[in-house]
């Protein structure tokens, strides 16, 4: 069992940035895959990023070049870097994790293949 913990949420304005955490326990981290999804005002929730228990990364063409997904193994987090952030990224973040090996090349960018998930954390964006 994982058990996720996200922070760093909270209003920024129209060009800002925030960093989002996500503290794993329970498990070791290395084995998993992580991913962060987000459920904006009256929509579903759609996928953002995703990072390889090996390091190798995936974006949604709406956030690409803009965020930034890492992960640091030792201290069992992972870390979502949103930069140059517009109102329509106003949505509450998921981080999400699932067990995964270092040779796994797949990129699970859909919600079903995570087995654990975090309460979310809001980010509002203001114009």
């Known amino acids: 069992q994982v058990q996720l913990v996200e922070s760093g949420g909270g209003l920024v304005q129209a060009g800002g940035s925030l960093r989002l955490s996500c503290a794993a326990s329970?498990?070791?981290?290395?084995?998993?895959?992580m991913g962060w999804f987000r459920q904006g005002p009256g929509k579903e929730r759609e996928f953002v990023a995703t990072?390889?228990?090996?390091?190798?990364?995936y974006y949604a063409d709406s956030v690409k070049g803009r965020f930034t997904i890492s992960r640091d193994n030792v201290k069992n987090t992972g870390y979502l870097q949103m930069n140059s952030l517009k109102p329509e990224d106003t949505a509450v973040y998921y981080c999400?994790?699932?067990?995964?090996?270092?040779?796994?090349?797949?990129?699970?960018?859909?919600?079903?293949?995570?087995?654990?998930w975090g309460q979310g954390t809001q980010v509002t964006v203001s114009s």
């Open positions: 990072i390889r228990s090996g390091g190798n990364t």
């Open positions: 329970g498990r070791t981290f290395s084995s998993y895959a």
């Open positions: 999400a994790a699932r067990r995964s090996t270092y040779s796994d090349s797949n990129y699970y960018t859909t919600a079903f293949q995570y087995d654990y």
